[in-house]
């Protein structure tokens, strides 16, 4: 069926890289741009970047210019987010969603089950 | 970037009642605004996209409207499935969510 898995929890130091997989299936993985929005606790959504799983381009949310890389592996139907340079105020559920319409930057419709990322030293 | 707002930011409702939240951004979206319901715990469900259109599979009672920079999503009858934080999103520029505006029991 069409859906997305993405990766276990982490827990990192202050400092430190992460790295979150979203593994697709069920759907052309290159027809649909893929989102990543985090959750901190007991906050509200904010979104961090859009690939293009065809030809690989991205766009990020100022605020994480810098430190979020977006990429993808067409063999494996994976797309990754990777955040460097971790801070407490990092930790959050981490979640991928793909865009309802094929071939543009639309609206997130198919999320994966969320992966948390905790910060602490 | 663009800003978005929200208000109510809490809303005590009945079952039955209708209810009405605003979104506004800070320049105009040309219609690409999404709203979304989460439960705790739970990933996001897209309810509307491009303003007013109904994502397959959500109930009819939720319809979106408006244009330009303010726009409102509208729950005709409220149903206790229905009690949760609605965020809205603009997908013009990059994108933003709104800050949530939760739905409890009056």
């Known amino acids: 069926q069409v859906q997305l898995v993405q990766s276990g929890a982490e827990v990192k130091k202050p400092g430190a890289s992460v790295k979150v997989s979203c593994k697709a299936s069920?759907?052309?993985?290159?027809?649909?741009?893929m989102h990543w929005v985090r959750q901190a606790p007991g906050q509200g959504l904010e979104w961090m970047g859009i690939?293009?799983?065809?030809?690989?381009?991205?766009s990020y949310a100022q605020k994480f210019q810098g430190r979020v890389t977006l990429t993808r592996d067409t063999s494996t139907r994976t797309v990754y987010m990777e955040l460097s340079s971790l801070r407490s105020e990092d930790t959050a559920v981490y979640y991928c969603?793909?865009?309802?319409?094929?071939?543009?930057?639309?609206?997130?419709?198919?999320w994966g089950q969320g992966t948390l990322v905790t910060v602490s030293s | 970037d663009i800003q978005m707002t929200q208000s109510p930011s809490t809303l005590s409702a009945s079952v039955g009642d209708r209810v009405t939240i605003t979104c506004r951004a800070s320049?105009?979206?040309?219609?690409?605004l999404a709203w979304y319901q989460q439960k705790p715990g739970k990933a996001p469900k897209l309810l509307i996209y491009?303003?007013?259109s109904l994502e397959s599979g959500v109930p009819s009672r939720f319809s979106g409207s408006g244009s330009g920079t303010e726009f409102t999503l509208t729950i005709s009858s409220l149903q206790p499935d229905d009690f949760a934080t609605y965020y809205c999103?603009?997908?013009?520029?990059?994108?933003?969510f709104g800050p949530g505006t939760k739905v409890d029991i009056k």
């Open positions: 969603a793909r865009d309802i319409d094929p071939g543009i930057d639309s609206a997130p419709h198919l």
């Open positions: 069920g759907y052309t993985f290159t027809s649909y741009y």
């Open positions: 690939i293009n799983p065809s030809g690989g381009s991205t």
């Open positions: 320049q105009s979206l040309s219609g690409w």
């Open positions: 491009k303003a007013s």
């Open positions: 999103q603009q997908y013009n520029s990059y994108s933003t």
